[in-house]
């Protein structure tokens, strides 16, 4: 029997993986635990760090030179040479392949996010409403029923910015 194998990429801006520990978040602790669950332990991509450059390198599997967004405005982007990653090589491997992507922070569907998306909604979403369209589609199927979904929280980086970056 062929497995129904589906993935789930989890972005939360601010996150540091030095903050990966069971007292402080148990529930994503297990789940990087888990063999089935890739953890990158990598908790910055570019310097310095922009959420616009970050991401695109986190989501091309390119760094800045390449993608060419340094910033947030992603004004001389090359994602016509480096596409969003995982979409692009879903989307292309598969013409059954459905795709989905829910953000807290509007510029990842506006800019990095292919057209070929399934299902991106191009304005922000608090990050409660990230999380319930995430598990609207994971129970119900609904609006797509995904292969490849990514989620995107921007709150614990708004919290680190307004009260400061701690591992504790």
């Known amino acids: ?11 939360i801006d601010g996150f540091r993986s030095d903050a990966m520990k069971y007292s402080i978040s148990p529930f994503l602790f297990s789940l990087s635990q888990k063999k089935s669950t890739y953890f990158n332990n990598k908790h910055l991509a570019e310097e310095p760090t922009w959420s616009g450059a970050n991401w695109s390198s986190i989501l091309t599997g390119v760094h800045v030179n390449k993608h060419q967004v340094d910033r947030n405005d992603f004004s001389n982007n090359n994602f016509t040479n480096y596409p ?10 598969s013409c059954s392949v459905q795709t989905a992507s829910i953000v807290n922070w509007a510029p990842i569907n506006q800019y990095i996010a292919s057209e070929k998306i399934d299902y991106a909604p191009k304005d922000a979403l608090p990050d409660a409403q990230v999380y319930e369209q995430a598990m609207n589609i994971l129970r119900h199927n609904k609006p797509v029923n995904p292969d490849f979904l990514f989620i995107y929280f921007h709150d614990l980086d708004a919290a680190g910015h307004k009260f400061g970056f701690n591992a504790e």
Do not use: P, Q
């Open 1 to 11: 029997e062929k497995a129904n194998r589906k993935i789930l990429i989890i972005g």
């Open 84 to 93: 969003h990653f995982f979409f692009d090589y879903a989307e292309r491997s």
